[in-house]
């Protein structure tokens, strides 16, 4: 899957940027949460950890979670 995020080579939590930056989604982490690995320079990529503001749903890693 590909896609659009925002990010810059240097993003930190709480940044807002501007893009896009193409980038693939690795790895699902529950509802709202995910990794990707952006291409944020020719021949440099780097690996985030995306949470989507305005979505809540379960942490589906915690015990006795029933999502």
Same mark, same amino acid.
């Given at each position: ?8 080579? $240097? ?10 930056v193409?980038?693939?989604? #690795?790895?699902? &982490? +529950?509802?709202?949460?995910?990794? $990707?690995?952006?291409l ?11 949470? #989507?503001?305005? &979505? +809540? ?11």
């Amino acid at each position: 899957m590909l896609g659009s995020l925002l990010l810059p080579a $240097a993003a930190t939590a709480g940044d807002i940027v501007s893009g896009p930056v193409a980038a693939s989604v #690795v790895n699902v &982490i +529950d509802g709202d949460s995910f990794t $990707a690995d952006a291409l944020v320079w020719p021949g440099m990529r780097l690996r985030y950890t995306v949470r #989507v503001k305005g &979505i +809540d749903t379960p942490e589906t890693r915690r015990a006795g979670c029933k999502a």
